[in-house]
């Protein structure tokens, strides 16, 4: 044995006999150590394994589509009810919103119209989204994004027919 617990310095021919007597490879794990470090293994299965973990990795992230609505700060109730609506829908289907209220012209010396407005858009979506950060603004745009709101699980509702079944 060698010197932290199965590990030993032994010449690269030396090493390269070892792994051609087992049917395995010899990988380098670091070159930049002196002596190199160098490992005895099936290399083929090590990467199949790798790329197995990442696969299961990638299965359980959540991705999320940004949708994005914009509004103005002038915007009629009807119209801030229908965005609203497809917003709520959005945030129902799993995907983050970003409301951009956009300035133009003069607008921009009214910010609290358009302050108002986001926190009413807020107050709306509360039920379906949570903000991810606070409201900003960027140039002469105002922008909030929303995270869908943790579901909690329906119960489902016995019918009559799945009663009579279980008695």
């Given at each position: 044995?060698?010197?932290?617990?199965?590990?030993?310095?032994?010449?690269?021919?030396?090493?390269?006999?070892?792994?051609?007597e087992?049917?395995?490879?010899l990988?380098?794990?670091?070159?930049?150590?002196?002596?190199?470090?160098?490992?005895i293994?099936?290399?083929?299965?090590y990467?199949?394994?790798q790329?197995?973990?990442?696969?299961?990795?990638?299965?359980?992230?959540?991705?999320?589509?940004?949708?994005?609505?914009?509004?103005?700060?002038?915007?009629?109730?009807?119209?801030?009810?229908?965005?609203m609506?497809?917003?709520t829908?959005?945030?129902?289907?799993?995907?983050?919103?970003?409301?951009?209220?956009?300035?133009?012209?003069r607008?921009i010396?009214?910010?609290?119209?358009?302050?108002?407005?986001?926190?009413?858009?807020?107050e709306?979506?509360?039920?379906?989204?949570?903000?991810?950060?606070?409201?900003?603004m960027?140039?002469?745009?105002?922008?909030?994004?929303?995270?869908?709101a943790?579901?909690?699980?329906?119960?489902?509702?016995?019918?009559?027919?799945?009663?009579?079944?279980?008695?």
């Amino acid at each position: 044995m060698g010197l932290d617990g199965g590990a030993e310095v032994v010449p690269i021919m030396e090493a390269l006999r070892r792994a051609q007597e087992s049917g395995y490879d010899l990988v380098e794990i670091n070159a930049v150590s002196r002596p190199p470090i160098c490992k005895i293994m099936d290399y083929g299965k090590y990467k199949f394994q790798q790329e197995k973990k990442a696969k299961e990795a990638a299965k359980k992230q959540k991705v999320f589509k940004i949708k994005e609505i914009q509004l103005r700060p002038h915007i009629e109730k009807h119209d801030l009810d229908f965005k609203m609506r497809s917003a709520t829908e959005f945030l129902e289907e799993g995907d983050k919103v970003k409301v951009v209220l956009m300035f133009k012209g003069r607008e921009i010396q009214h910010i609290e119209i358009g302050d108002a407005l986001m926190h009413r858009v807020i107050e709306r979506l509360a039920d379906y989204g949570v903000p991810e950060r606070n409201v900003m603004m960027e140039g002469r745009s105002m922008i909030a994004v929303f995270m869908p709101a943790k579901k909690t699980p329906k119960k489902k509702k016995e019918t009559p027919d799945a009663q009579t079944q279980n008695q």
